[in-house]
């Protein structure tokens, strides 16, 4: 057995968490070809490197697959209901910084708050026959968050990526999604509403709460905390 700690597997994310973990005294590193995923951990003995996708992550966790990982508040917090029963954060990470918000065209002057909009997607409504659609991956935190705000005529869109060009694609008349500099928002001629954001997402170390760790392995785990958080 081994403890099992999981790391994005490219990109941003992957680079600045190497990054991380060097500045802690562990070194992770891709082996093999540049396509492969497999990867070594060094400065710490008994814990193996499990490269996957940054939306995987949480699931992961969630079924006792990995003992450790790193992934976004926002990715944890849509992905998993019960997040706080089964996964613990251990540090904030200080990068991959983004907020999940609303969108609207930037032609909407009468729309800036999530009271506005509510008003706009009843107006829409009976103008066009059809809820607005607001194109997103987040639907379950995005849900939540209209359900709050008391907005309730509209209809959820999966994207899964590109989301900001839904609108000029016609298929969704604005969007929840993750920004981070709000180049992508402004070229796709999108504004933020002027609510707090739905949420604010870092990348974050996650311990699974359920994932077993054999009486071999709890001493590594335990060594790894303190490396990293001590
Ligand atoms: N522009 C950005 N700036 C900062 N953080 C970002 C940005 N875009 C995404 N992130 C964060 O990076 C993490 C990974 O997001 P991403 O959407 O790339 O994951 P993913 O869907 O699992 O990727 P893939 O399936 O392509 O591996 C999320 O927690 C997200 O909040
Ligand atoms: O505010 P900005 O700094 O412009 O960043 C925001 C963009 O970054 C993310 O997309 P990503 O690059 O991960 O691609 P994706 O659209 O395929 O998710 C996110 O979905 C936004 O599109």
Redesign the pocket.
Known sequence: MSVKLGV??????MEKTFDWFGQHGITLTRTGSDREYAGAVEGIGGVSLVLL????VPRELAAGRLHFGV?????VQEKLPLWEQQVEPMAELGF???DLVLAVPKAWVDVDTLDDLDAVATAFRTAHGMRLRIATKYHRLVRDHLRHGGVADYALVDSQGATEGTVANETAEMIAD?T??GETLRANHLKVLEDPPILR?Q?TLWRSRVAEVSDGDRAVAAALITQLTG
């Open positions: 994005p597997s490219k990109g941003r994310l996708s940054a939306g995987e992934t976004g508040t926002d990715l991959g910084h983004a993750i981070s500099s997402s990348a």
